[in-house]
């Protein structure tokens, strides 16, 4: 099973910008979705975005659209959530995960955590001033 880290999280002031990486351990086959997730305390935890490797179709979730962009690097095995325009409602532990069954997904089921076998153990993201 394919192993993840994620790296990147910090501190930053509400309006800053961050990018989040996932370096995977094994090759992440082209047809397979990769997303990133988001744990606050208390909170369930709800995609953020998803990435279907092998193709152009990406996926958001309405809080984060227009400000957070989900991309990968193919020769380095890695995966980028760049966060632009933070607020303090980002807050929260950041965890990207793998499919591993290699379909195709709509948008509710690629942000959905129940789609995802493999999963890093986290990366903490705090905006606050």
């Known amino acids: 099973q394919v192993q993840l880290v994620e790296s990147g999280g910090v501190s930053v002031q509400p309006g800053g910008s961050l990018r989040l990486s996932c370096a995977a351990s094994?090759?992440?086959?082209?047809?397979?979705?990769m997303g990133w997730f988001r744990q606050a305390p208390g909170k369930e935890r709800e995609g953020v975005a998803a990435?279907?490797?092998?193709?152009?179709?990406?996926y958001y979730a309405d809080s984060v659209k227009g400000r957070f962009t989900i991309s990968r690097d193919n020769a380095k095995n890695t995966l980028y959530l760049q966060m632009n325009s933070l607020k303090p409602e980002d807050t929260a532990m950041y965890y990207c995960?793998?499919?591993?069954?290699?379909?195709?997904?709509?948008?509710?089921?690629?942000?959905?955590?129940?789609?995802?076998?493999?999963w890093g153990q986290g990366t903490q993201v705090t905006v606050s001033s």
């Open positions: 995960a793998a499919d591993s069954r290699g379909n195709w997904y709509t948008r509710e089921r690629a942000l959905s955590q129940y789609t995802y076998s493999a």
């Open positions: 094994t090759y992440t086959y082209s047809g397979h979705f």
């Open positions: 990435i279907y490797i092998g193709g152009v179709t990406t």
